[in-house]
């Protein structure tokens, strides 16, 4: 084998095939949840606590910029969700031909997009 | 050398049963929710007063933070080549979802 190969392996720039970029995105949505775990807790304890700290928490959300964090973690679980699911189709040796693995590498990043989207309209 | 370590079958697992429970969790929340009329503090304090939605959510919890360590984990092991570094950055992982746990213990059962 020739030593002389050439090698290029600068990840950012390499265009990736799409199952790749899914997957990066299942481990980046998944350091985020974790991440930002403690704000799911605050906001269930403080919609809980009483009254008063859950109409003070009803109007937190309604920062546009709350809403922002809000859809980006939405993003986050929806987008590790499918691409979890896929990634169990894939153990049980479901679409694991290229064809089928970018179909449903499509269909995960799609389908996050998409219900982010939604509930962006229902949030807004 | 090979250096047989089981942890990696049992993470390998956890992960997809913790999964399977989580996603199984998120339907059960989902239809609970939509089936709510409408959402005032009453109706989510009674709601979440209920043993079932409490076991659930703690049974959910519970696979949250064994899920989230195991990947964490692999994260680290990928990015963090100073062992030193990487064990304290693993009991910080492990103290904080501990505490995340018990937390959760705490907000639930105080309602």
Known sequence: MSK??????NLLQIRQ??????SILHRISGALLFLFLWIFLI???????SPESYLQLKAFIDEPLVKLVILGLVWAYLHHTFA?????????RLGIELPGARMTAYAVLALA???TVIAGVLLW | ????????????????????VMLLYTLFLLAVLVSLPQ??????????????VRYATIFFVLSVLLHAWVGVRNIFMDYVK???LRLVLYVLVILTLIGYGVWTWQILWAV
Request: no cysteine; hydrophobic share 50%.
């Open chain 1, 43 to 49: 906001g269930l304890q403080r919609s809980l606590a």
């Open chain 2, 39 to 52: 959402i005032d503090y009453d109706r989510w304090h009674a709601l979440w007063s209920l043993s079932v």
């Open chain 2, 1 to 20: 050398m090979t250096v047989v370590a089981h942890y990696g079958w049992r993470g390998w697992l956890a992960q997809r049963v913790t999964a399977v």
């Open chain 1, 84 to 92: 979890g699911i896929r990634h169990l189709g894939l153990d049980l």
């Open chain 1, 4 to 9: 002389a190969r050439p090698k290029f392996l």
């Open chain 2, 82 to 84: 100073d062992t030193g």
């Open chain 1, 113 to 115: 997009l998409g219900l």
């Open chain 1, 17 to 22: 095939p799409i199952p790749a970029v899914v």
